[in-house]
């Protein structure tokens, strides 16, 4: 449920809630007030009928008791019924018309003292209010006279409208001012709940709209300087990494360039100390051409491998299915394997394949094997594994040869560095560029004479097949 909801459910609860209390508390003064009012108009009806009577009571004179009763009842509306007893205590005058209750004695006893009393009555015709006084004092003489509430319940369920109604509209006003309220606080925060995601995604620089000068208002002012501090950094940051960047690209050019160099020098010294021996002797021996030409092969191999190390335009993905690409490299060094007296052991999971260029993946896994082979000279155990990890796919390639040494660890993969006295050391470098070529990785554990190389691939979103 939304902030604004929450506000405006609750305002409207409190505003309910105050109008019942004024309500109900109005309600109960009006209806104490009138009744009370009504008990006092009722009082001095009874008692200035029974100063009339008091005489022809005593007296016993009918007559006149009934005139004077016809005159109140004509006066007053609200009388339902008058009975009054003699100085024995017997009904000498009622105005029923089929004759008085056995109990109408019973209705409202009173004390024979002065004061009146009164009793709310609920008879066939509604509620009537009795109100009784001794005529005589002394003697049980009685004068009572029903009033009828009709008029005051009318009145009542009048005030009782009234105030549902005056109730209504102070709900319907305060809900629309609650409404209006809740928006109005929730809107800039709803517009700061939704700078603060923009900031998370990344979108810096962005500046919220201030609605006011309040505590809102300064968070807000809080974010927009948070927000421009966060551009400015982001921006420092980019250029930042760009020079570096551009910093390690020419490092790297040196690198290559130094390790090319270097590389190519050694056949180009053995063809400048011929040539310059050809100056002092010209006779060129069958044993010179095959020196020069192995100079020359050896430096056309370390282009065509620097070649493959550099070239990246040449990616053509498709379907490849580690499973068999392993057997078939297996398949292409037994050669060696068997020369070696290694065993070949496989741990495949069933159902593998990613997406990639299958002679790219061939050239990078070729190079580990021969790696693994070359290292085990005195045989041991070739492991070939595939793993299916949640997002992605684990190509691990294990031997049981010299292991690697802590002190090279580090820089394995970097070009030109070798371990071989005939190695050009660019394949791992060559791997490591089609691992990332592929959005995948490359890395290795070396213990106890243990290594194991791991490309890590993520998975093909095609269904599921195998080999």
């Known amino acids: 449920m939304k902030l604004w909801v929450k506000i405006f459910l609750l305002n409207l609860l409190i505003v309910l809630c105050l109008g019942m209390m004024v309500g109900g508390t109005i309600r109960g003064v009006v209806i104490d007030s009138m009744r009370e009012e009504f008990s006092r108009q009722g009082t001095s009806i009874v008692k200035n009928f029974a100063d009339r009577i008091t005489v022809s009571i005593i007296v016993g004179n009918r007559y006149d008791i009934e005139e004077a009763a016809r005159e109140v009842i004509n006066t007053e509306n609200d009388i339902v019924y008058i009975y009054i007893t003699d100085i024995t205590g017997k009904i000498i005058f009622h105005t029923f018309d089929n004759g008085y209750p056995?109990?109408?004695l019973q209705w409202n006893p009173i004390a024979h003292s002065e004061t009146p009393t009164s009793r709310l009555l609920d008879t066939e015709v509604g509620l009537v209010r009795d109100i009784g006084l001794a005529v005589v004092s002394g003697m049980p003489s009685e004068l009572h006279v029903g009033l009828s509430e009709r008029r005051l319940t009318t009145t009542l369920s009048k005030i009782r409208t009234v105030i549902l109604l005056v109730m209504a509209l102070v709900i319907i006003i305060g809900g629309v001012l609650s409404l209006t309220l809740s928006r109005r606080v929730t809107r800039p925060l709803e517009d700061l709940v939704a700078f603060t995601q923009s900031l998370s995604r990344g979108e810096f620089g962005q500046q919220v709209v201030v609605h006011s000068k309040d505590e809102i208002g300064l968070l807000s002012n809080t974010f927009n300087d948070l927000s421009k501090m966060l551009k400015i950094y982001r921006d420092n940051k980019e250029e930042h990494y760009r020079q570096m960047l551009q910093t390690e690209k020419l490092t790297a050019l040196g690198r290559l360039s130094a390790g090319l160099a270097h590389e190519i020098r050694n056949p180009l010294t053995s063809i400048k100390s011929l040539f310059q021996a050809f100056q002092e002797k010209p006779e060129v021996t069958r044993q010179d051409i095959k020196i020069v030409?192995?100079?020359?092969?050896?430096?056309?191999?370390?282009?065509?491998?620097?070649?493959?190390?550099?070239?990246?335009?040449?990616?053509?993905?498709?379907?490849?299915?580690?499973?068999?690409?392993?057997?078939?490299?297996?398949?292409?060094?037994?050669?060696?394997?068997?020369?070696?007296?290694?065993?070949?052991?496989?741990?495949?999971?069933?159902?593998?394949?990613?997406?990639?260029?299958?002679?790219?993946?061939?050239?990078?896994?070729?190079?580990?094997?021969?790696?693994?082979?070359?290292?085990?000279p005195e045989g041991g155990i070739l492991a070939l594994g595939t793993r299916k990890l949640n997002d992605h796919v684990e190509i691990s390639i294990q031997d049981s040869g010299k292991g690697i040494d802590e002190g090279i660890r580090d820089i394995i993969f970097d070009p030109f560095f070798t371990t071989k006295d005939e190695g050009t050391g660019l394949g791992l470098g060559i791997v490591y560029n089609i691992a990332q070529l592929h959005n995948g990785t490359v890395s290795f554990v070396s213990s106890n004479n243990i290594t194991t190389f791991t490309i890590k691939l993520p998975i093909t979103d095609e269904n599921d097949t195998g080999c």
Request: hydrophobic share 45%; no cysteine.
């Open 102 to 104: 056995p109990d109408l």
């Open 293 to 376: 030409l192995a100079a020359v092969n050896q430096m056309d191999e370390l282009v065509t491998k620097f070649l493959g190390f550099a070239r990246t335009e040449s990616f053509r993905p498709g379907i490849v299915y580690p499973n068999a690409l392993l057997k078939q490299i297996a398949y292409l060094t037994q050669f060696q394997i068997k020369q070696n007296d290694i065993e070949v052991v496989y741990h495949l999971d069933k159902h593998i394949h990613v997406q990639g260029d299958i002679s790219m993946l061939r050239q990078a896994l070729l190079n580990l094997v021969m790696n693994a082979i070359e290292s085990m």
